[in-house]
């Protein structure tokens, strides 16, 4: 891989095959992908137009400016009987040299992203991020506002780049009357859909701060039905010993 920083966004080849579909039609097919990081956390892929369906698309006579990356035409796409607005984005005048040329879309307006053959959601994944999951015979000890929600010496840990560890513990260890569903969920290329539930313990409300994944994908199967714990928001105690709250996106 080589690996090229502009500003703020870093451009890097893969040598994963990437795919994106519309209605049943491969709109972009390539072994030649660029991940650029247009954000901090994830890539996003962009394809060589020669690469890319261009038949299926119009230019809608909008454009989209970025700052580091310059100028691109927004196109709408057709692909059998739908059409799609503004979904692909074409970097014909890019500040940088690398992407000129260059096709983007938005993510939401495919129906199916695949590397190789296996389906990615939600976003693209992050090459550098890892996880592991492992189980754990050490206490793991949840308060809120000095009530003991969840205890547990069969937790399980779970370990993912530049996140704190994760403390996934069985729901049989927890006390759910301190907790309510709050209908939230979020997702993860790396973990699945995840729904979240608060908790109040002495009146005040402590809104999303416990989370699990019911079925997870493949990589994360080991926590499936447990649940997890802000460490950011919460007293979490390991072996007796409160641990340091660590200062995330998340806090």
Not at 48 to 56: A, E, K, N, S
Not at 85 to 92: G, K, T, V
Not at 213 to 226: H, I, K, M
Request: charged share 30%; aromatic share 12%.
């Amino acid at each position: 891989m080589t690996t090229k920083t502009r500003g703020r966004v870093r451009v890097e080849g893969t040598p994963k095959r990437v795919r994106a579909q519309i209605a049943g039609v491969t709109v972009a097919d390539s072994t030649a992908v660029k991940m650029v990081w247009e954000i901090p956390y994830f890539p996003t892929y962009y394809f060589p137009q020669g690469d890319v369906r261009l038949d299926l698309m119009t230019d809608s006579g909008e454009s989209k400016r970025s700052p580091s990356r310059g100028t691109a035409s927004l196109l709408d796409i057709t692909a059998g009987d739908r059409t799609v607005d503004r979904a692909a984005r074409i970097w014909n005048d890019s500040k940088l040299e690398e992407l000129t040329g260059y096709v983007s879309f938005s993510w939401d307006a495919m129906d199916h992203w695949f590397e190789e053959d296996d389906e990615v959601f939600f976003h693209a994944r992050d090459p550098y991020t890892r996880l592991d999951i492992l189980q754990s015979s050490r206490t793991i000890r949840v308060e809120v506002d000095g009530v003991v929600v969840a205890e547990s010496d069969r937790a399980r840990l779970l370990f993912e780049t530049n996140l704190p560890v994760r403390y996934y513990l069985p729901k049989p260890d927890v006390l759910f009357e301190h907790l309510e569903e709050s209908g939230t969920t979020t997702n993860c290329p790396y973990k699945g859909t995840a729904r979240y539930w608060s908790i109040n313990t002495t009146g005040e409300t402590h809104h999303d701060v416990v989370w699990g994944y019911d079925a997870p994908f493949s990589e994360s199967q080991l926590v499936a039905g447990f649940v997890s714990f802000y460490n950011e928001k919460l007293d979490i105690y390991v072996d007796g010993v409160l641990e340091d709250k660590p200062k995330t996106k998340f806090g």
